[in-house]
């Protein structure tokens, strides 16, 4: 049962360790760092609020924002 226990929490550690060391998909355009693709992000959403869009369209409409803005989710 101790192998079994130790096998398992392995595993799992390992698996902790390779979910945070893969990178994680964000909005990318070159040559605009984190903070430039954040307050991109954050016009479109704010431009789809102004528009009161049904939420089920909401999501798209920002990833067409967004593309439109020549950003691609990376």
Avoid: H
Wanted: with cysteine.
């Amino acid at each position: 049962m101790f192998r079994t226990l130790s096998v398992v929490l392995a595993v799992s550690a390992a698996t902790l360790i390779a979910g945070c060391a893969s990178p994680q998909s964000s909005w990318r355009k070159e040559g605009v760092a984190a903070e430039g693709a954040r307050s991109a992000l954050s016009e479109c959403k704010y431009q789809v609020g102004l528009n009161k869009v049904a939420e089920d369209k909401q999501k798209e409409l920002i990833t067409n924002c967004m593309e439109g803005k020549g950003f691609r989710w990376r």
